[in-house]
């Protein structure tokens, strides 16, 4: 039997845009209304397997239905331009996959799909609906089903006549009586004022139709109903009308040739290509022959014993440890592909043999490899030195573009048009599920690897070098990888029992503020249930509800923060949830993570996720360890050396943002007070409040403190007045005040958005970029967020920049002394040493040196430094 599949094109489409956050590709293309409507229609086209197939789209605004009812549709918001800039694309996507697709003027897709299926249930065939449009149950019949859309784009639920019968009650055409006995505010339909969906449908329970519920008003119990009845019979009338669908439009198209099955692959390939949909290139295999020649059989050697003769420079080298977490997982194999050929190493083999640890260690033994740092840390543990890397295809990609938004090997491959090495997902599996495969398809994958990353090497140092970016790359990126292992392997000595202590400190906290909490509420309750919350708060204690939810009150930390002044009992939730945080994040998460056999934390630096080239940290996070509450600093003491009689040495960049601010806008007051070593802020609250240095007060300059660090993050009227407790109106004109203060601030702003616009990106002082697509968008949410980053990125990935630098520059210098003392933790502008008592004054010297000296800027780099036996005490 034939099976017609009609698609409504605009509902799908308009459920997609909503149901998906705002997706765009590289050249700034908004792409989430076409991959929702795609994945639907590949669910649709696997799942349906139809033999006919049409999407129907409105033709225009005005329909037919606009001469009974002018105001039809009329409340409804207009489409985002954001959404209609990808309905041509929805149309390009149809046309590749050979899918029909029809518009008619003056009519909507919801006449075009009741006349189709009105015509193929004459044909005896069978014909399902996917809309996300209520109005289409009218049409389900035995032969039609309707399948609406729920959450997101691909749940639906599937109606057919019984399942209508037991929703409603009744059959499906009288779906249109009872809208026009309760209207549509979607579509501005008015029905009868007063009734809805419950009532109306007791109404066609009790006489059937719209036409007989009106001829017997008298029979209907309740004065105001039958007034209301009475009152809006011809608009009752005219909803029915506006809400039936047309099943006899003038639909020129003959069922026969809307066949579904063939369709143009490659052009299928270029369009998801283009959109960077990898993820649906995957699920559909399109077959491209260009990509997939690459993928050939591979002819390699298994190496049972390592020796010289294959060990040539340069060697891609890879270096297999699949699961997530590296510091506790096993080698999988090791391969080597080189001009004389391409190996694989069993693990074992590897470990074994001395030949392979020398050539390891061995600086001039050229290696090119992807993510180094993973393979400096899983050698690592097995007491094997890593070094001599001169290209890492992960850290090259992530500089040529690091808003991409994925690294892998295998998607980096495919980007410059190769398909040498599958996804290790396809290999693997995925999260626990993954598993070491044979040996002979480890091995030929780890092989594909290696020549992925020896074949490609030169296009992507060709990119580097267009960019400017290959001394970034091999100077500070590269080398920086290899620090960051070797800091990984290091580990940070923590004091478990001083955890715990304080643990158990922060139980006792919680339990005092509990009681104050109940104490002030006047009963007990679960202060972490935010639904016994809102009730104690907004009826109880009768604070004023600022927002709502589905599931009532909201009791999130920016509604307590607006309500602090309100009643004494928010201060104390506040923080009872910082506290707790603490506990359960900090204390219990980092117990959590000390490694059984060293006894220490060995936490992930990323170096490859951040677009302002910042490191962050995981398993755990100590970029995050909150120091503003005395309580989260504390934490810091359990932080020690792992030496006897050693210390913690900790080293600060003062004010780095702003002396960078101060160098790349060239303005002179700022210039002045870094280059007299004044205090930054007082001196802004001179310039900005005309006044004498002994003329300012405390809150001069805290504003100007807050307004300083606030213009390197692009800050706004609102987010200065947040900060400072003032209007909008006060904060603007501060702004205002600081950017005449400060001209030349004012004019790197403006020429920051100007570069953006005209190159698509900024970069740092050392040529790191970050492309900003939404810079020329017609979203104003979407291209102030763009412009702020504009004025933002330069100044944050440059500090970013200054720090990495800073931290190949003292290890370096550290290797030139021979000193025992070593490098533990990066975190944002501060470095963490653990160092022997009589290195400590040459430690002091020799930091704050490479730390003040890493860049030339117009204003002095300055370094605090400082030390103790705890991280705690090193501040």
Do not use: C
Not at 7 to 24: E, Q, T, V, W
Not at 380 to 409: C, Q, R
Not at 601 to 620: C, D, K, V, Y
């Amino acid at each position: 039997m034939s099976k017609l599949i009609l698609i409504d094109g605009n509902s799908i489409a308009y459920r997609a845009f909503f149901a998906l956050p705002l997706l765009n590709n590289e050249k700034g293309v908004y792409t989430n209304a076409v991959y929702g409507f795609t994945t639907m229609l590949l669910k649709v086209i696997e799942e349906e397997k139809p033999s006919h197939m049409l999407v129907a789209f409105d033709a225009g605004k005005t329909t037919f239905r606009h001469k009974t009812y002018e105001k039809y549709k009329s409340g409804r918001q207009k489409t985002p331009p954001e959404l209609s800039e990808q309905l041509p694309l929805i149309r390009e996507v149809l046309d590749a996959f050979n899918i029909s697709r029809f518009e008619i003027e003056n009519y909507e897709a919801d006449d075009i799909i009741g006349t189709l299926s009105k015509e193929a249930e004459a044909q005896n065939w069978e014909v399902k609906v996917y809309s996300g449009d209520k109005d289409l149950l009218q049409l389900v019949s035995e032969k039609t089903k309707v399948a609406l859309t729920r959450k997101g784009i691909t749940n639906v639920e599937t109606y057919d006549m019984n399942a209508i019968e037991e929703k409603y009650g009744f059959h499906p055409e009288q779906i249109i009586d009872m809208k026009g006995l309760m209207g549509d505010s979607s579509d501005n339909i008015p029905g009868v004022p007063g009734i809805g969906e419950k009532t109306a449908i007791k109404l066609l329970k009790q006489f059937g139709t719209i036409e007989k519920v009106l001829d017997s008003i008298n029979e209907i119990s309740g004065k105001k109903m039958k007034e209301r009845l009475e009152e809006n019979k011809d608009q009752a009338m005219m909803s029915k009308e506006l809400a039936t669908i047309n099943r006899d439009s003038p639909v020129d198209v003959d069922l026969s040739t809307v066949t579904f099955g063939e369709y143009d692959s490659k052009k299928i390939t270029r369009i998801f290509k283009e959109l960077e949909f990898s993820s649906l290139l995957e699920r559909f295999d399109a077959g491209e022959t260009e990509v997939q020649e690459d993928l050939k059989d591979v002819t390699y050697r298994s190496v049972e014993e390592v020796t010289k003769d294959i060990l040539v420079s340069p060697s891609a080298l890879v270096v297999e440890v699949p699961q997530e977490n590296y510091h506790q997982a096993d080698i999988w194999g090791i391969a080597l592909v080189n001009e004389k050929g391409r190996y694989f190493i069993p693990a074992k083999v590897a470990m074994e043999s001395e030949v392979f640890r020398e050539w390891a260690a061995d600086e001039t033994a050229e290696k090119l490899m992807f993510d180094t740092k993973r393979a400096v840390v899983a050698l690592g543990w097995k007491g094997i030195i890593l070094a001599g890397v001169n290209f890492d295809m992960l850290i090259a990609s992530y500089l040529i573009d690091p808003s991409t938004s994925s690294h892998e090997l295998a998607d980096i491959a495919s980007r410059y048009k190769k398909k040498i090495v599958d996804q290790d997902d396809a290999v693997y599996g995925k999260g626990a599920k993954r598993a070491e495969p044979e040996e002979n398809i480890l091995a030929e994958h780890l092989v594909r690897k290696g020549e992925t990353i020896f074949t490609l090497k030169e296009e992507l140092e060709k990119d580097l070098k267009e960019n400017e970016q290959h001394e970034l790359f091999s100077n500070l990126e590269l080398p920086l990888s290899l620090i960051l292992g070797n800091m990984e392997t290091t580990g940070v000595q923590v004091d478990a029992e001083q955890l715990e202590k304080m643990g158990a400190e922060l139980d006792k906290t919680l339990k005092e503020l509990e009681k104050e909490i109940h104490a002030l509420a006047g009963t007990e309750f679960n202060i972490n249930s935010p639904k016994q919350l809102g009730p104690i708060l907004f009826e109880k204690l009768n604070l004023p509800p600022i927002k709502k939810t589905k599931t009532g009150y909201s009791t999130s930390a920016d509604v307590l923060e607006k309500l602090q002044d309100s009643h004494e009992i928010i201060p104390k939730l506040l923080h009872y949830r910082q506290v707790s945080k603490l506990k359960s994040t900090y204390v219990d998460g980092l117990l959590k993570v000390i490694h059984p056999e060293t006894n220490k934390i060995h936490t992930t630096f990323n170096q490859a996720i951040t677009q302002t080239g910042r490191l962050s940290s995981t398993e755990p996070n100590l970029q995050n360890i909150p120091i503003r509450l005395e309580e989260g600093r504390k934490i810091r003491r359990a932080f020690v050396s792992s030496e006897d009689n050693w210390v913690i040495l900790a080293a600060d960049y003062s004010q780095i943002e702003l002396r960078v601010l101060a160098h790349m806008a060239g303005d002179k007051g700022l210039l002045e007070a870094f280059q007299n070593n004044m205090d930054v802020h007082t001196k802004t609250a001179m310039d900005v409040f005309h006044v004498e240095e002994d003329g300012v007060t405390a809150d001069m300059r805290r504003s100007a403190k807050a307004v300083n660090f606030g213009i390197v993050y692009g800050i706004s009227d609102y987010g200065l007045s947040q900060s400072l407790g003032i209007t909008r109106k006060e904060a603007q004109e501060f702004i205002d005040r600081y950017l005449e203060s400060y001209p030349k601030v004012k004019e790197y702003m403006e020429n920051s958005k100007e570069e953006a616009r005209e190159k698509g990106f900024v970069t740092t002082l050392m040529h790191r970029r970050r492309y900003l697509p939404d810079i020329t968008s017609r979203n104003f949410n979407r291209r102030s967020f763009a412009e702020r980053t504009a004025m933002n990125t330069p100044i944050q990935g440059t500090a970013a920049d200054i720090i990495k630098k800073a931290m190949v520059d003292v290890s370096e210098r550290m290797e030139q002394e021979k000193v025992k003392s070593r490098l533990l933790l990066q975190v944002h502008d501060e470095l963490i040493f653990e160092v022997p008592p009589e290195e400590l004054e040459v430690m002091k010297e020799l930091v704050a040196e490479e730390m003040e000296q890493t860049i030339s800027l117009d204003v002095p780099l300055k370094a605090d430094v400082s030390y103790g036996d705890t991280w705690y005490d090193a501040k």
